[in-house]
């Protein structure tokens, strides 16, 4: 697959989510029929093992079949694929990237070590030595809020600065003052930012997002980048709604039952319909919302958000 960079990493990326059994196995037919899903969607591409993807609880096994999978798909179909290669520890960050790098992703995503906090200099060595094992494949950085650390654009302006074969970034976004102090890494790298706030994020110097909107619908949320292309103000005014939505909603349930933003994620997917088979299931010991709910924002969501199912 074609390496990505800084011009070509853009748009909306649908995650892939684990597919699960009440005994926590992974549905592997059912991802199938997932990915198949993602790529007919039109999706600027795929990737695997982020957040919403559970990457901590899998064995090496399932590693391996999952992001085989995906590579076999994506290739087939022409598919920009990134595989999710991230680990708590350096040492085995380094092997999934070497597993990882014989099926030729179009780049792949790392956090930074996290159990204890790494600062520039750590992470500079730390990156540099992944890029290096990584062979030629380029790398996005996965820094979300909970990391440990997040950085601030001068420490990521050193880090992408050391280490060029960074061709993106994994954020949440900010306000207009985040947007400013992050200039010379927009003008530098893509950075990808929330889903639900991408049309805004887009019009200040985003490329993207890894997509939480596409959980709910992968057709809609590439029809929404369609739209922020084509006709930025209506863009603008779809993405009140689905803020809008997601406040009343995903907030709301994250408030009131202490679920993570990856239990939301897969309530989502199993909201939207797309994948009849999905659940909104975590892995122990993991909370995760329940079916009623799900059925019920998916309701919401037609009713409030139309444009996303048409």
């Not at 982020?50 to 999952?66: K, P």
């Not at 730390?126 to 996965?142: E, N, Q, S, T």
């Not at 960074?166 to 947007?179: C, Q, R, S």
Request: aromatic share 8%; charged share 20%; hydrophobic share 45%.
């Amino acid at each position: 697959m074609t390496p990505l960079t800084r011009d070509t990493l853009q748009g909306v990326w649908g995650t892939l989510l684990l597919p699960l059994r009440d005994d926590d196995s992974i549905d592997f037919d059912l991802l199938r029929l997932e990915l198949q899903h993602l790529v007919d969607a039109g999706v600027s591409g795929v990737y695997s093992n982020g957040s919403a993807g559970e990457f901590w609880t899998q064995s090496e096994a399932e590693f391996d079949r999952i992001n085989g999978m995906l590579a076999d798909i994506c290739t087939q179909s022409g598919m920009p694929f990134q595989i999710g290669a991230s680990h708590t520890s350096p040492q085995a960050t380094l092997e999934l990237v070497r597993r990882a790098r014989e099926l030729r992703p179009s780049g792949l995503q790392v956090i930074l070590p996290d159990w204890l906090p790494v600062g520039v200099s750590e992470a500079i060595a730390f990156l540099g030595r992944v890029a290096k094992v990584a062979d030629g494949i380029p790398l996005i950085l996965y820094n979300p809020p909970h990391a440990k650390p997040l950085f601030n654009s001068a420490e990521l302006l050193q880090v992408i600065n050391a280490v060029p074969e960074i061709v993106g970034i994994k954020v949440l976004g900010g306000d207009a003052n985040w947007y400013a102090e992050m200039k010379p890494v927009l003008e530098k790298i893509s950075v990808f930012v929330a889903g639900h706030r991408m049309a805004s994020g887009c019009q200040q110097g985003a490329r993207g997002c890894y997509s939480n909107v596409a959980c709910l619908s992968p057709k809609g949320a590439q029809r929404w980048w369609e739209l922020i292309k084509t006709d930025p103000s209506a863009a603008l005014a779809l993405e009140t709604r689905i803020l809008n939505f997601w406040t009343t909603q995903a907030g709301r349930l994250m408030r009131e039952r202490g679920v993570s933003g990856t239990a939301i994620d897969k309530m989502m997917a199993s909201a939207g319909g797309w994948l009849p088979g999905m659940t909104p299931r975590l892995r122990w010991p993991y909370q995760f919302i329940d079916q009623a709910t799900a059925t019920e924002v998916g309701r919401i969501a037609r009713v409030e958000l139309p444009e996303l199912f048409g």
